[in-house]
């Protein structure tokens, strides 16, 4: 199933096929994504697991790692080199729209730049406020204290609607060049253009999968540009079904790009 510059594969490790397992690593390979993301159904009562990998190199070895431990050798998935050939992965989409056009850069969030150190500290008070693989709620960290180190630029999205395009902004950040007066609107309130409907599959990416997500961003919409950074860390208050977004923006130059 493919996501925009992404495929995701749905797999159970204890009951896929041998042969359905080769045949995903050569779709994979056939369809040479930016990005690979793996879902795995979650126990009773509990939702999918996903992983997200801008190395699809490293998605296919954690593919592998599951099938071998949880069928042994009699499905062990050979290593084969043209699996492999090819498979590099930029973690950069490009899209145009007419005269507007955006460029996305996906990067770890272990290669956070020191210009956006204070997303650092933010992702720092998330990961220790997390009790194993339970995502933090707004309640257990102290989102006012977030917000404090953001300044003003900080977004909190409501996720709770099962359509993206419904999430709705409860704390809108006012410290940015876009325009402002957007708390509690949702995202289909926002101007059309590409920087709504990216937010869209960005928001519902990290909403779906638990996963924060640090990017590079540049926009020119309506012969405005616009440049920042962005993280974006996911909360729930049950644990695992993520209910709110914080979106941490640092509008900033990008020299980044030039180096991709």
């Not at 993301?37 to 592998?64: C, H, M, Q, W």
Request: with cysteine.
């Amino acid at each position: 199933m493919p996501i925009r510059d992404a495929l995701l594969i749905r797999f159970d490790p204890s009951t896929v096929d041998h042969v359905a397992a080769i045949a995903a690593f050569y779709e994979v390979a056939g369809r040479v994504p930016k990005r690979l993301i793996l879902a795995t159904p979650g126990k009773a009562r509990s939702p999918d697991r996903y992983e997200i990998f801008n190395n699809v190199i490293e998605g296919l070895r954690r593919l592998e790692t599951a099938l071998q431990r949880d069928h042994g050798d009699r499905a062990r998935i050979p290593k084969s080199k043209p699996i492999a050939a090819g498979l590099v992965a930029s973690g950069l989409a490009v899209r145009a729209d007419g005269s507007d056009h955006s460029k996305r850069l996906w990067r770890t969030l272990d290669s956070i730049s020191s210009r956006d150190r204070w997303f650092s500290r933010s992702l720092k008070g998330w990961r220790k406020a997390r009790s194993g693989w339970r995502l933090p709620s707004t309640q257990s960290l102290n989102t006012l204290e977030l917000l404090n180190i953001a300044r003003g630029r900080a977004h909190i999205v409501d996720t709770h609607d099962p359509d993206p395009e419904r999430y709705r902004f409860r704390v809108w950040g006012t410290v940015n060049s876009y325009r402002g007066g957007n708390t509690n609107k949702c995202l289909c309130e926002m101007p059309p253009g590409l920087m709504r409907d990216e937010a869209i599959e960005d928001y519902w990416e990290v909403a779906t999968t638990g996963v924060p997500t640090y990017q590079l961003i540049t926009y020119i919409e309506k012969k405005t540009p616009y440049s920042y950074a962005r993280l974006l860390l996911p909360f729930a208050a049950d644990g695992p079904r993520v209910d709110h977004l914080m979106v941490l923006i640092n509008e900033r130059p990008l020299p980044e790009f030039k180096e991709t």
